[in-house]
């Protein structure tokens, strides 16, 4: 009897999963499922404890799916890839295994990792590895001259075309084996790692993810197009949990967001396409990383951004860091994403312009941050916006557009429903001051208890500009450019 094994990472579901439908394609094959928790890695990685308990529980989930169908899913802990790969290697050979299957990471670790196992098991087991957790491959989507797009709008027009005539089919879950695989007996012991409780708002499995999808679909989405941008509103998907570790996949929210919405490449003004456009957004960062490896090694992706005179003053930074910069909207977004895991997508831009524009810290200090925080952490989404909000990346915002963050609370939170959420100690300003609250003349003597901004946005906004143009001239005329 033949033995395949199927090696889950980042696809913890029996739904469309490609790896596990073509292990199963042989019904007279016993099959396996294994998952191999690498702390260590993780740590490295910055993960977020909410992320690493968030996975626990979909990893639980996960099992008792598989275990419906016949297939035992195996646990096995080892600090990190290069472990992992050995200790796999070992388990192919136990267990008899006579093919692999796994779907593609595109990290650059990830990708190597992959790479020493096929030589670790020197062709003495086949390997077979999918497509996965984007709509389109990376490498399908190219310019005129076969060259990564380095611009989005052109990548987004180009995918259209490409879905329009792709099969963008799922496959299905697999169907319980005729010859069901006994039971592991490896438990799943908790990780080696910090964990903190998602919370209610995200419960785990594959039937969670997909009811969410269902219901944004079909209740949200008409509005999502306006309301998108307005954080006291609860009008986005927050499925991004549920993609980064691949309880959900693009294919099925695309699929649902098809049924539900036939004509939906056709009407570029529609909720349902300014979701689609966020979904190819995340196809774009994980094609750039792909294509430009150093991505994935905190490098600027514009060369002469490399020579930007970083501000290193900690106490900005903790400052930014707990939400305690005398912004109000950027405060009460940081003390959302501390208290909670998960930052409104408007707010991840608006606090990463303030990080890197008003206090001209690093923009690998907030990437590293949030990746720390936050449970949808994903590197490829996580680095695209913070480089573009740094004006280091490709299709970043020129690095003279700064945010100045007074006129975007004033815009996108106009009479303070989110900030008086997350910034009780501002519940009595009124809102003609709620976002310049230092300025309120019923503060009384001893005023608010609330910080007075730590930077004038003015004079940082021509310190940037002088800094950045400083290190463009550099870039320039050293050949970095």
């Known amino acids: 009897m033949k033995t395949h094994l199927v090696w889950l990472r980042a696809d913890l579901r029996i739904h469309d999963n490609p790896a596990l439908y073509a292990a199963c394609q042989d019904p007279d094959a016993r099959v396996l499922a294994v998952y191999i928790a690498t702390p260590e890695q993780w740590r490295r990685h910055e993960m977020a404890p909410r ?231 995340r196809d774009f960062y994980r094609h750039l990383i792909v294509s430009y490896p150093a991505l994935c090694r905190h490098q600027p992706f514009i060369g002469w951004t490399r020579h930007v005179a970083w501000c290193r003053d900690e106490n900005l930074l903790a400052a930014w860091q707990l939400g305690k910069t005398g912004y109000p909207i950027v405060d009460a977004a940081m003390r959302q994403m501390n208290q909670t895991g998960w930052m409104h997508n408007r707010l991840r831009m608006i606090t990463a312009s303030f990080l890197v524009k008003d206090l001209l810290i690093d923009w690998r200090e907030g990437e590293r941050y949030f990746m720390s925080r936050l449970i949808d952490g994903d590197l490829a989404a996580n680095n695209g916006g913070w480089q573009w909000a740094a004006s280091t990346g490709t299709d970043s915002a020129p690095y003279f557009r700064i945010f100045n963050p007074t006129t975007q609370g004033r815009r996108f939170d106009e009479r303070g429903e989110f900030i008086r959420r997350w910034l009780p100690e501002l519940a009595a300003v009124p809102d003609t001051y709620l976002h310049e609250p230092h300025l309120w003349p019923g503060a009384g003597e001893d005023g608010l208890d609330y910080p007075r901004p730590i930077v004038d946005h003015g004079s940082a906004r021509q310190t940037t500009l002088a800094a950045y143009k400083a290190a463009k001239d550099r870039g320039l005329s050293s050949g970095t450019g």
């Open 51 to 281: 992320q690493a308990a968030f996975l626990l529980d979909n990893l639980a989930a996960l099992r008792h799916a598989l275990a419906g169908r016949g297939i035992p899913l195996h646990y096995h802990q080892c600090p990190d890839f290069s472990d992992s790969v050995a200790w796999l290697a070992d388990f192919c050979r136990s267990q008899g295994a006579d093919a692999l299957f796994y779907n593609y990471q595109y990290e650059f670790n990830e990708r190597r990792r992959d790479r020493a196992l096929e030589q670790a098991l020197d062709g003495r087991v086949t390997c077979q590895g999918f497509d996965d957790g984007v709509l389109l491959p990376p490498g399908s989507v190219r310019t005129g001259d076969s060259g990564m797009y380095k611009v989005f709008t052109p990548f987004r027009n180009a995918c259209l075309r490409k879905l329009a005539e792709a099969d963008m089919q799922c496959v299905p879950a697999p169907a319980r084996r005729v010859n069901p695989a006994p039971e592991s007996r490896d438990g799943l012991a908790p990780f080696d790692y910090p964990r903190q409780a998602p919370g209610e708002e995200y419960p785990a499995g594959e039937d969670a993810a997909l009811s969410r999808l269902r219901t944004f679909c079909h209740q949200q989405m008409q509005d999502y197009r306006k309301a998108r941008d307005i954080p006291s509103l609860d009008a986005t998907s927050r499925l991004s949990a549920y993609l980064a570790l691949g309880v959900l996949s693009p294919r099925q929210c695309y699929n649902r967001l098809s049924r539900a919405y036939p004509l939906v490449l056709e009407h570029a003004d529609s909720g349902a396409f300014t979701w689609l456009n966020e979904l190819i957004w």
